[in-house]
C-alpha cells in the first residue's frame, strides 16, 4: 500500500523547492544556530529532510549533518543540491516511524511538516518522537513546527489554505473534531509536469496534547511558540492565528 505522502513526493523534489513555504531556509536555519550557540562540533539530524534545504544550509555553515528522508525522489534532489553546493551531507533513505540510531546526536530538526504529523495513526505520529528522542544525547534538543490544532478551531482551514500562492490546490477539506484530522484531495503538477490529485490525511495537535507527548517520549522540557516562516523565534507566543507550532523539547538525562 501506497501512502497519501508517498505518492506526494516520489517526484516532487523540484516542485516543493518552489512553494511559498519553502522560502524561509535561511532564517529557520539561523534559529538552529542560536539553538546551539554556533557549536559546530554538534551533530544534527535532519528528520523527514525532503530536498534537504536545511540540510545544506547548516552543512555550508559547517556542521555535520545527517538527513534523512522515506522518499528516494525527495533524496536525489537532496544529493544533486548537496553536490551543486560542494557540501557533504549524509543522506539516507529510511522510515521515521522505526528506531534508527541511539544517542548519537545534540540536535534533532523536523520542520515543515516533515513526516510528524502525515502518519495515518497517532501511534506512528508518536512512534516518530520517540524515536527522535532516542536519536538524541542527554540533553539534546528536537526542533520541531507541526501543526495548530487552536487554528481550525478558530478559523477555515479551506479558506487559509486557499489564500497561499501555491501550485497546488486544496479541495472538499474536512476537519474532524472528534480525531482533529483534517482530510482532504489535493491536486499539484509534479516534476515531469504532470497533474496529480491525492487523498491527504493530516493531524492537528493542541500545544497540551503536543507537550504531554513530547514529555511521555522522553523530553524533559518542553517549550511551544507560535511559528512564523523564516524567523523562527521562542519569543513569538502561540496564539490561534499561527497555523503552525515551533517546539523546543530537550531530552532528559
Not at 65 to 84: C, I, N, T
Not at 111 to 122: I, R, S
Amino acid at each position: 500500500m501506497t501512502h497519501w505522502y508517498e505518492a506526494l513526493f516520489a517526484n516532487f523534489g523540484r516542485t516543493y523547492d518552489k512553494e511559498c513555504f519553502t522560502q524561509g531556509t535561511i532564517g529557520e536555519v539561523d534559529f538552529v544556530e542560536r539553538e546551539l550557540g554556533g557549536d559546530r562540533a554538534k551533530r544534527i539530524l535532519d528528520i523527514a529532510c525532503g530536498t534537504g534545504r536545511h540540510s545544506i544550509e547548516l552543512a555550508k555553515r559547517g556542521y555535520r549533518v545527517v538527513g534523512f528522508d522515506l522518499s528516494a525522489g525527495q533524496l536525489r534532489v537532496a544529493r544533486e543540491k548537496a553536490a551543486a553546493a560542494g557540501v557533504a551531507v549524509d543522506f539516507q533513505q529510511r522510515d521515521a516511524t522505526v528506531p534508527h540510531f541511539q544517542a548519537e546526536f545534540e540536535a534533532a530538526l523536523m520542520f515543515c511538516e516533515g513526516a510528524f504529523p502525515l502518519m495515518e495513526t497517532d501511534e506512528k505520529n508518536f512512534a516518530i518522537l520517540q524515536h527522535a528522542a532516542a536519536a538524541l544525547r542527554p540533553g539534546g534538543k528536537l526542533l520541531l513546527t507541526t501543526l495548530n490544532a487552536l487554528f481550525p478551531l478558530f478559523h477555515s482551514v479551506k479558506d487559509f489554505l486557499a489564500a497561499k500562492e501555491s501550485g497546488a490546490v486544496s479541495e472538499k477539506l474536512t476537519f474532524d473534531l472528534l480525531t482533529f484530522r483534517n482530510r482532504g484531495e489535493f491536486t499539484f503538477t509534479d516534476d515531469a509536469g504532470a497533474s496529480q490529485t491525492i487523498e491527504t490525511d493530516e493531524r492537528f495537535y493542541t500545544p497540551a496534547e503536543l507537550s504531554w507527548l513530547l514529555k511521555s517520549a522522553g523530553f524533559a522540557s518542553v517549550q511551544i511558540a507560535g511559528c512564523r516562516m523564516g524567523q523562527f523565534s521562542r519569543d513569538h507566543v502561540l496564539t490561534p492565528d499561527d497555523f503552525e507550532m515551533l517546539v523546543v523539547a530537550e531530552k532528559g538525562p
